[in-house]
């Protein structure tokens, strides 16, 4: 796997530029795009992944995109979390920032989802009090 290129990530940077609050940051070896500290994104080389569900996933694969795999030695591994967001799609900003504003809304639903189920499996802990 390579490092995502500088250049590519500004370049991303800039189409998505009129979204507020995204950043950019190390992942793994690449580059995480979060929207208000949720990641959406990921650049993998020079490959554009956003984050997608059940109700976005097969408009990825409809466009002929595929969700981003890495080599093992027991084999590859898919990770249908996120799905290439084609190149032509890149390259327009207008149609760029649409598909970003849904995979944050995704990965916004995702986050608070994991965060509601983890609130629910902790025990509570309920406070003791001595009577003396």
């Known amino acids: 796997m390579t490092a995502s290129s500088s250049d590519y990530v500004n370049f991303v940077m800039d189409q998505l530029a009129s979204l507020p609050g995204v950043s950019d940051g190390r992942f793994f070896g690449g580059t995480g795009l979060s929207a208000d500290g949720v990641q959406f994104a990921m650049i993998m080389g020079n490959s554009l992944y956003f984050v997608v569900d059940d109700s ?3 408009k990825y694969e409809k466009m002929g995109s595929g969700c981003f795999s890495y080599l093992t030695k027991k ?4 990770v249908k979390k996120y799905y290439a967001v084609p190149a032509e799609l890149i390259e327009d900003q207008e ?4 598909l970003a504003r849904e995979a ?10 994991k965060k509601t189920s983890a609130n629910r499996s902790k025990p509570s802990r ?3 009090t001595s009577s003396k």
């Open 56 to 58: 976005t996933r097969e």
């Open 95 to 98: 149609q760029l920032v649409l």
């Open 104 to 113: 944050i809304r995704v990965a916004g639903f995702q986050s608070n989802k």
């Open 75 to 78: 084999g590859r591994v898919q």
């Open 126 to 128: 309920s406070k003791r």
